[in-house]
């Protein structure tokens, strides 16, 4: 990627294939530091003392605050989404999503399962074990993690199961627009994907993760030293945008490209 406007060809290519595309330096590292000061303040813990670092993982809310905006908002971000969803398709964020705070430690962190983030509401709104996917991933074009601090082979990055995304195509595609509830759909597609090599999302405060909706994905122990930062919200459609593999126009971004290589379209 060569400016805030351009991913190149093989880089898209790339995100088709693999499911994933870094975004070095999306927004910078003095931002990301902005943000751990603002939510160091929600954690029972000091920054510079590891004694008082009592959970493997403490998750914290919403944040709106200024370089969460900046993060969010970033140009370099918004023209990697532009190419991977299609300009005018996803929704600005105001707000970064819940962030999983890792720390060094031998407990397990309860919550490490191979899994697909769902994308819509099921019979109930208010329990996210019954939100759905379906194949033309109504609701999400993205998965997107933040990393706000460094993150290094050993210091808890996400596990994703690369090119998993095409195999989950082909799973949903029988089950129509109603789609397949989050647990239902990780009983199938985690034994699917087995044969898929792992990938890290390792890479320096400032960086983002463009992931497609379908990835297969983990979250693991953390064996480093420092903390590790990180925000893992959906790129979400504008009203009426939502992905779509079948257009008129033949106009598919790699997101529906994708989707449809799952296909064998």
Request: hydrophobic share 40%; aromatic share 8%; glycine share 10%.
């Amino acid at each position: 990627m060569d400016d805030e406007s351009t991913i190149d060809d093989a880089a898209v290519s790339a995100f088709v294939e693999q499911g994933f595309l870094r975004v070095e330096g999306a927004f910078s590292r003095e931002v990301a530091a902005e943000c751990r000061e603002i939510m160091w303040r929600d954690i029972a813990g000091e920054p510079d003392d590891p004694a008082t670092w009592k959970e493997p993982v403490v998750r914290l809310g919403f944040y709106g605050q200024e370089p969460f905006q900046a993060a969010a908002g970033s140009p370099r971000l918004a023209a990697a989404c532009d190419t991977l969803a299609g300009k005018g398709r996803w929704a600005p964020r105001g707000v970064l999503g819940t962030f999983p705070v890792r720390f060094r430690s031998d407990d397990d962190p309860g919550d490490d399962g191979w899994h697909i983030d769902a994308s819509f509401p099921g019979d109930d709104p208010a329990d996210y074990l019954s939100y759905r996917v379906n194949v033309s991933s109504k609701g999400r074009w993205l998965l997107m993690l933040f990393l706000m601090s460094d993150v290094g082979e050993n210091d808890a990055p996400t596990r994703i199961r690369a090119g998993s995304h095409l195999d989950v195509a082909a799973l949903l595609e029988p089950e129509g627009e109603a789609g397949l509830p989050f647990m239902d759909l990780a009983q199938r597609a985690v034994p699917a994907t087995e044969h898929r090599p792992v990938a890290l999302a390792t890479g320096r405060a400032g960086d983002v993760y463009l992931c497609h909706p379908f990835l297969v994905h983990a979250a693991q122990a953390h064996r480093g030293t420092e903390p590790r930062f990180m925000a893992q919200p959906p790129l979400v459609p504008r009203p009426g945008e939502d992905p779509s593999i079948e257009r008129a126009d033949g106009d598919h971004s790699p997101v529906e490209a994708a989707i449809r290589r799952g296909l064998g379209r």
